[in-house]
């Protein structure tokens, strides 16, 4: 049980399948975690649709937040801050709250369950090519090119699509801000969500020209009321805390505070946003690690800068902060600080649709379970088996005539381009479990070269990366580590545990939150949280030796060129077909 002194703050992460909850102590030490699926919904005719509902969701939460109380034996008079992060997806109500379908169709505006557009949904790409071709400076916010991911392009579809009535009806959250909403009742919106998925400028506010030249002069004549006029930076405490309905519901006390949410990490904008804070970022970058026969030493907010944040999952976000800024200044996750961000569409979804739609699936599956492991391992040993038979020095060799280019659902960062497709060379008449192993190798390799792509462009525009810090999923393939270390030339940090680093982040907002008196230094306050409560971490180092080092930059050349093909061959065709 805890004794009085004790204090303990709750993060809560919605990612894209489900809720999780955490309560930490000061230090990071998770005492109990919790996670409940969610539902999405997808369309049959169109690929492109990914709903949720935001009533799922909260219930979804109040079941995690209910569980972790419950197995930590803490009593909620010890919790003594709550942070929020989610997914950039958009939520849309009525102006009650209640939850307003965005289902395409008759009932699209009317009360109803889905009323979630999901970060993946592609659905806005006319509107996000509408608002591309006014060449608005907003834009130059986003690497000068809107991504049809981002929420303004999703609410351009639902204006074009709904009555005008309806939409009247309408307020829009991205998914962060709509937990704060329904956990405090307050309308405050983040800047972090506001800047990165919303064309809010900081320093300068909505951009009411802009609004009106692509169709959505109703914000500009409300006072823009329904995108949000309150805004706040991360972590910062969000009017009285949990209402008695929302305490009630989480099963916590009245008036807990509550810090002002941030974007997970699955994000959807590319490279050259000026972003805000995110979960997966506040959770990773302070880490220190294993050096040699020691630890490494703590370092400043500002020698954060040569760490590259990786939150890897469904898709993967890379963050990166600067104090002197690159292209855009404003507020970031500290005030006066720049954050650039990059990221792949699909990373670990693509890995598990290599694997999955491979006719040699169900004799992997059916091995795995013979051999009571996993599909990665049985690919793993497959792969090593193919080496040595080979007489091959790596698994790079092994497929080194094989070429993978793995947006298959477009591109995010860094050249912004949500019509790029995959493409595979050197395929041959084989449908064996070798066959997939090599294709696994394949994706794999691909999701390293695209990273470093992501890296050389960063550094290109005046980053200076020294080490990669990765959480999620993805952080527990050994295998996938190894090979972004090599192709990356440059150490992986990893965390003690792959799935806490976004909700510890969101934990941290909470205890920033709770601050009794405000710092008059916010920046290195909530530094000084992230390195009192980021666990220790473990490094993979680069290992590759001569012929694969050359392996590994030859297809990095082939890679670039095949983005340059792709485009070339598009433009061609387009010239015929328009």
């Known amino acids: 049980m805890a004794s009085s002194e004790d204090s303990f703050y709750l993060g809560i992460d919605v990612g894209t399948g489900s809720a999780r909850a955490a309560l930490v102590r000061p230090n990071g030490t998770i005492l109990a975690s919790a996670s409940q699926d969610t539902v999405t919904w997808r369309d049959q005719t169109d690929h492109r649709i990914f709903e949720q509902s935001t009533a799922d969701i ?11 109380v419950a197995r930590s034996k803490v009593s ?25 379908t965005v289902t395409r169709g008759p009932q699209l505006g009317e009360p109803g369950e889905r009323n979630v557009i999901l970060w993946a949904d592609h659905r806005a790409e006319k509107e996000a090519d509408l608002i591309n071709s006014t060449g608005s400076s907003v834009l130059d916010y986003v690497g000068g090119t809107i991504s049809l991911e981002m929420e303004i392009p999703k609410i351009l579809w639902l204006k074009c699509h709904m009555s005008g009535d309806r939409f009247e009806n309408c307020q829009f959250f991205d998914l962060p801000d709509f937990l704060t909403y329904r956990a405090t009742g307050m309308r405050t919106r983040s800047l972090c969500s506001l800047t990165c998925k919303c064309t809010y400028v900081p320093g300068n506010g ?54 002002s949410g941030v974007i997970d990490a699955w994000v959807s ?43 890897a999952g469904t898709s993967t976000c890379h963050l990166i902060q600067s104090k002197e800024g690159v292209f855009v200044k404003g507020d970031a996750i500290f ?16 890995i598990d649709f290599i694997i999955s739609t491979h006719p040699a699936h169900q004799e992997l599956k059916d091995l795995a379970k013979n051999k009571d492991t996993n599909v990665h391992e049985v690919l793993r040993e497959t792969l090593e088996a193919i080496r040595q038979a080979e007489g091959a020095d790596s698994w790079t060799e092994v497929i080194a005539h094989m070429h993978f280019y793995p947006d298959l659902h477009g591109n995010r960062s860094p050249i912004a381009d949500p019509r790029m497709r995959g493409s595979i060379m050197g395929l041959t008449l084989d449908s064996s479990l070798h066959d997939l192993a090599r294709k696994y190798a394949l994706a794999l390799e691909a999701v390293t070269l695209q990273t470093r792509h992501i890296i050389d462009e960063l550094n290109n525009a005046g980053h200076s990366i020294r080490e990669l810090y ?4 993805q952080a527990q393939n050994a295998t ?20 806490t680093p976004v909700v510890l982040g969101a934990a941290m907002l909470g205890r920033f939150a709770a601050m009794r008196n405000r710092p008059s230094d916010p920046a290195t306050a909530l530094w000084d949280i992230m390195q009192e409560m980021t666990p220790l971490a473990t490094v993979v180092q680069p290992s590759a030796g001569d012929k694969e080092k050359k392996l590994l930059e030859a297809k990095y050349k082939i890679f670039l060129e095949s983005i340059e093909i792709q485009r070339r061959w598009r433009k061609e065709i387009d010239a015929v077909v328009g």
């Open 480 to 499: 996938l580590m190894r090979l972004l270390a090599n192709t990356c030339n440059m150490p992986v940090v990893l965390p003690l545990s792959y799935s």
């Open 206 to 259: 909505w951009d009411r020209a802009f609004m009106s030249q692509i169709g959505l002069d109703a914000f500009v004549q409300n006072g823009f009321v329904a995108l949000g006029t309150d805004v706040m930076t991360a972590g910062q405490p969000v009017g009285g805390g949990l209402t008695e309905r929302a305490s009630e519901e989480l099963g916590l006390e009245p008036g807990t505070p509550v810090g």
């Open 58 to 68: 909260w219930n979804s939460i109040c079941l995690t937040v209910r569980e972790v």
């Open 269 to 311: 904008v590319p490279l050259d946003l000026l972003s805000l804070a995110y979960a997966g970022w506040l959770g990773t970058v302070a880490a220190r690690h294993e050096e040699g026969d020691g630890i490494s030493p703590s370092v400043s907010l500002h020698e954060s800068g040569h760490r590259l944040a990786a939150v």
């Open 470 to 473: 990765l959480s999620g999923s």
């Open 335 to 350: 005030p006066g600080w720049w954050t650039n961000e990059g990221g792949q569409s699909s990373t670990g979804q693509l």
């Open 76 to 100: 909620p008079n010890y919790i003594k801050g709550i942070g929020f992060d989610a997914t950039c997806s958009l939520a849309v109500t009525s102006w009650e709250g209640e939850p307003i």
